[in-house]
């Protein structure tokens, strides 16, 4: 496979990092405070990659003051305990540290608040393999993945939209991809599904790291 990728942009809740369990308890926290009571956290695994707002109206009906309000109280957990109950997926530092050694540029782009993302990185050690990490703002003007990439390709001074490759796990990641013009890779081991991926259409599904590396070298 011939692919000449120079700059890599990562998703990052279910692409470099399982976040399933602080998502999902910041969820439950939040929907708490509303009365309404989530035992099962598998049921919340559908807020994991969209942006949250979006999601509290989706599947909860919430107008725009109340989504709001959600998205405040799940904010309380999360700056808290939520942003630690992740872990890095296997593969995750080797695969950084292959593709900076062959000198590629990294790029965070993730629907997440930036601060959080950056704080992440850190907690993680993985900050050192990132040119520049980009994502939301608190103020929810840029949330959008397709708005998150827009930025990330603005900020890391990227012009040559031919060697750029978007990672994700969710069609939110294929689509904002497919909004700015450039390529993107769907990994199976994340939150995602192959028909997902598929629908999306991204150029190519993997099911693990290594699988991942072949395409970005």
């Given amino acids: 496979m011939n692919n000449n990728f120079e700059y890599i942009l990562f998703d990052l809740d279910g ?14 926290y939040a929907l708490k405070s509303f009365g309404i009571l989530v035992d099962d956290l598998k ?3 559908k807020f ?7 999601s509290f109206k989706e599947y909860y009906n919430f107008d725009e003051e109340k989504a709001q309000l959600g998205l405040v109280k799940y904010r309380e957990y999360f700056a808290e305990k939520g942003i ?12 950084l540290e292959v593709l900076k050694k062959n000198n590629k540029k990294i790029v965070l ?3 997440k608040p930036e601060v959080y ?41 990227i012009t040559d939209l031919s060697k750029v490759i978007m990672v994700g796990d969710r069609e939110h990641d294929i689509i904002g991809a497919k ?7 769907g990994v ?30």
């Fill in 117 to 157: 993302a950056r704080q992440i990185l850190q907690y993680f050690k993985i900050d050192k393999y990132f040119d520049f990490a980009a994502g939301a703002d608190f103020e929810e003007t840029r949330v959008n993945k397709g708005d998150v990439i827009k930025y990330a390709l603005q900020e890391a001074n």
């Fill in 179 to 185: 909004e700015n013009n450039i390529k993107s890779v």
């Fill in 48 to 54: 994991i990659g969209p942006p949250l707002k979006d």
């Fill in 109 to 111: 782009a993730t629907s």
């Fill in 15 to 28: 692409t470099l990092t399982d976040s399933g369990e602080g998502i999902t308890k910041s969820v439950q």
């Fill in 188 to 217: 199976l081991y994340g939150f995602g599904d192959v028909i997902e991926l598929t629908q999306a259409r991204a150029e190519y599904i993997v099911k693990d790291t290594e699988e991942l590396l072949n395409i970005l070298l």
């Fill in 43 to 45: 049921e919340l695994n």
């Fill in 84 to 95: 630690y109950e992740n872990k890095l997926y296997d593969g995750i530092p080797e695969l």
